[in-house]
């Protein structure tokens, strides 16, 4: 199996602050990684995918980038809204596995 | 609009048996995959179960082989989870999720809103 890891696993933050989310496979996974977000008692939103693809609808302050084994989120400007936890996930082969999570909080 | 809606939740015995379902609608089930993904109670989030848009291609994350199936009826736009021999450790929100591209590298573009199975004594 494909293990995820990611970095950091919390992080307190301000808004308009830049934040970096660090996401690493045990193996080679190409470009095929998924960042979602997710919310209190809500279902994970797809962010991007495949590593660089932002999904319609996502605001352009969040961005990702990495390919092989080592892939990262970034937030340009933090909002209000973008305090989550957010997860990475492979989709380059089964079992799907995801990074444990980093949980933004407000400084 | 393009929704999955997760039923058949609940709180069972250690041992016994659950049927989950979510169903789809706002979209053409038939064409798309589909993923069981389930939360334990503060922890993160772990991939089950994934059918493609056929139903002919199954795959499982090993704890849960040999004791859930995953299937599908297209004509009713509805995902199944039969789970059998529940332990404690299966406990959590489980979600369905559609699979995003195609199901051999996909991720999970459409989710539902979760159904909770406890399993205690």
């Known amino acids: 199996d494909i293990q995820m890891t990611q970095s950091p696993s919390s992080v307190s933050a301000s808004v308009g602050d830049r934040l970096t989310i660090t996401c690493r496979a045990s193996h080679s996974i190409s470009a095929f990684l998924a960042w979602y977000q997710q919310k209190p008692g809500k279902a994970p939103k797809l962010l991007i995918y495949?590593?660089?693809n932002l999904q319609s609808g996502v605001p352009s302050r969040f961005s990702g980038s990495g390919s092989g084994t080592d892939f990262t989120l970034t937030i340009s400007s933090l909002q209000p809204e973008d305090f989550a936890t957010y997860y990475c996930?492979?989709?380059?082969?089964?079992?799907?596995?995801f990074g444990p999570g980093t949980k933004v909080e407000i400084k | 609009q393009v929704q999955l809606v997760e039923s058949g939740g609940g709180v069972v015995h250690p041992g016994r048996s659950l049927r989950l379902s979510c169903a789809a609608s706002?979209?053409?089930?038939?064409?798309?995959?589909v993923h069981w993904v389930r939360q334990a109670p503060g922890k993160g989030l772990e991939w089950v179960s994934l059918t493609s848009s056929d139903g002919t291609s199954k795959y499982y994350t090993d704890s849960v082989k040999d004791r859930f199936t995953i299937s599908r009826d297209n004509s009713k736009n509805t995902l199944y989870l039969q789970m059998n021999s529940l332990r404690p450790d299966d406990t959590a929100v489980y979600y369905c999720a559609r699979g995003h591209g195609d199901y051999h590298y996909d991720a999970f573009d459409v989710w539902g809103q979760g159904t909770m199975v406890t399993v205690s004594s």
């Open positions: 996930q492979q989709g380059h082969s089964f079992p799907r596995t």
């Open positions: 495949p590593a660089s």
């Open positions: 706002g979209f053409t089930f038939s064409d798309y995959a």
